[in-house]
């Protein structure tokens, strides 16, 4: 598993379903993985939220040597562009300020602040599996074929963009609340 910022609900589906829940934080960074960033379906289309990095994207480093860049107001951007878009959202106001409380946690690097984002995650859709960083090398690799069977739900401006595919947990939380769980296992 490559542990994403707010991960794709199709992603976190793929890794709940096959239990790839363990992270390989000596796997060599790759800007390819776009670990720093996740997709809002919002009423323009696809909004990408990207956290960061100290030494920007095209470091040479370790997944658990790569650190987030706070001298920007980022984690307010992007609590700001939820609230935008998903203000509205059906589940919106029992799931917000845990999301925010989870943006805005003291962490400086950025495996050890996504794999608590989805560990988080996990505890709000009652799923109780956990996911673990290895210490060990472990092969990583994005095989898109395993994310064929995109999760098809409800999005809020679905009638104006048309559905967005690989949008972060995020849209299936706030739409769905409770019902999360049910629909990443489909």
């Known amino acids: 598993m490559l542990p994403v910022y707010f991960m794709s609900a199709n992603q976190l589906s793929y890794s709940i379903q096959n239990k790839d829940l363990i992270v390989a934080g000596k796997t060599p960074y790759n800007k390819m993985y776009r670990l720093n960033r996740c997709v809002l379906a919002s009423a323009q289309g696809p909004l990408i939220l990207t956290v960061p990095l100290l030494h920007g994207r095209n470091q040479r480093a370790l997944l658990n ?26 589940f919106f106001i029992y799931y917000a300020d845990t999301i925010f409380e989870i943006i805005n946690l003291e962490e400086s690097y950025l495996l050890t602040y996504n794999v608590t984002i989805i560990n988080r995650i996990f505890d709000l859709i009652h799923y109780p599996g956990r996911v673990s960083i290895a210490e060990e090398e472990l092969p990583t690799a994005i095989d898109k074929a395993n994310l064929s069977n995109q999760i098809r739900y409800h999005q809020i401006f679905e009638s104006k963009t048309g559905f967005i595919s690989d949008c972060s947990i995020l849209d299936v939380l706030f739409n769905y609340g409770p019902r999360s769980l049910n629909l990443l296992m489909k």
């Open 65 to 90: 040597q790569i650190k987030l860049d706070d001298r920007s107001k980022w984690r307010r951007e992007h609590i700001n562009s939820i609230r935008t878009v998903y203000g509205k959202a059906p």
